[in-house]
């Protein structure tokens, strides 16, 4: 007797739902920004002094470093190079070095989140075309503290530095004498990571031949300096601002198209974020309070709840003390999973490789994470 078999029916999303839902996964830390801002907003309702919470210097100086970025990575320049010193290496210890340093150097010039959409692709394809998959989670992770840490040199190298720079108006040599001892600590620390990985001969093969356009790359390099001497505060933002869309709207429409623009839009709904919370009375009280006993450690701490970019445009308004906070920001870029945005890119690049193994990656990435983090704090606490 054939007795049919009753299936639940399946239930689709509609497609607007499908791609709302797909959006608010890609930019989650966004989406929270935006319920922040609205929600203070509220509290403190749009008057003139919103005018006052941007920094437009910021906004200029990253939109502008992010275009002429997607412009060089429209010409593979950065896998070009990356690939040059790649191929100098013979074993996965070499090869995870050349990556980790790639990717750290990458950090100080074209920010974490660039460095790492740039070089875990670069990742992947060296375990990949070598059969050493099983690597990749420890590769991937030390690429992704590189990003973190190694942008805390530059003023440029996290958005967090970016904006301490501009609102403190910090002297760039000061900037660089806050944070080298940490930085070189970090060095020391990753490095000696890296040769946690086996020495096993590795062989890699192009897949494809890069050849690289010298009129586009020296014009794009050109725009590069000029948006690094911006930076620099050498020449004026907006000169800078006017120049680069311009330049690239007739060399390259798609790097404009391509730019982090929901980055920016969270600097925005941060700002509103950070703002209003210093006119609430309470928490401007507490925030002070808290500060003056130790900032340091207070925004390393509210990284690991906030995230560092969030953490470092709110805690500025309650504290004068901007080398500690400059430390605690670039520090707490290391910890959980939502300490830095950057992370986030590194864990998706991840589980779209390896599916049904995030569990296992955020409990390596925990391990290598809160060392870090653990021990450069108490080592900027001891300096």
Request: hydrophobic share 55%; glycine share 4%.
């Amino acid at each position: 007797m054939n007795r049919s078999i009753v299936r639940a029916p399946v239930h689709h999303l509609p497609p607007f739902a499908e791609h709302l839902t797909a959006w608010v996964k890609k930019n989650f830390v966004l989406c929270i920004a935006i319920l922040l801002a609205a929600v203070t907003s509220c509290i403190i309702p749009p008057d003139a002094e919103y005018a006052s919470y941007f920094d437009w210097k910021t906004l200029s100086c990253l939109f502008t470093v992010l275009a002429v970025v997607c412009a060089l990575k429209n010409i593979r320049f950065f896998t070009f190079l990356a690939r040059k010193i790649v191929k100098c290496t013979g074993n996965l210890r070499s090869a995870t070095i050349a990556l980790v340093y790639i990717t750290f150097i990458g950090s100080m010039l074209i920010a974490n989140d660039m460095a790492l959409l740039t070089f875990l692709p670069l990742g992947y394809y060296v375990l990949s075309s070598t059969g050493k998959e099983k690597h990749m989670a420890p590769i991937f992770i030390l690429q992704n503290i590189a990003a973190n840490l190694g942008g805390m040199l530059t003023p440029f190298g996290n958005p967090q530095n970016l904006y301490l720079y501009s609102f403190f108006n910090i002297p760039t040599g000061e900037f660089v004498r806050i944070m080298l001892p940490t930085f070189l600590m970090a060095v020391l620390m990753i490095t000696a990571c890296c040769f946690l990985l086996p020495k096993e001969s590795i062989t890699i093969e192009e897949r494809d031949v890069i050849r690289l356009n010298p009129k586009r790359t020296t014009l794009y390099l050109a725009l590069f300096a000029l948006a690094v001497i911006m930076v620099f505060r050498l020449i004026p933002y907006q000169l800078v601002l006017l120049l680069v869309p311009v330049v690239l709207l007739f060399a390259d429409r798609r790097a404009l198209r391509m730019v982090d623009y929901p980055l920016l839009l969270t600097f925005v709904c941060f700002f509103i974020f950070a703002g209003n919370m210093s006119r609430i009375p309470a928490v401007s009280q507490l925030l002070t309070t808290l500060m003056s006993l130790n900032p340091l450690v207070v925004s390393v701490l509210s990284c690991q709840v906030i995230s560092n970019v969030p953490s470092a445009i709110l805690l500025s308004r309650f504290t004068g003390d901007y080398t500690s906070l400059l430390l605690g920001v670039n520090i707490g870029g290391a910890g959980t999973i939502i300490a830095s945005l950057a992370s986030l890119i590194t864990f998706r690049e991840y589980t779209a490789h390896n599916p049904g193994k995030a569990k296992h990656y955020l409990a390596v990435f925990s391990a290598y994470n809160f060392a870090f983090l653990i021990i450069l704090t108490v080592f900027a606490l001891i300096i």
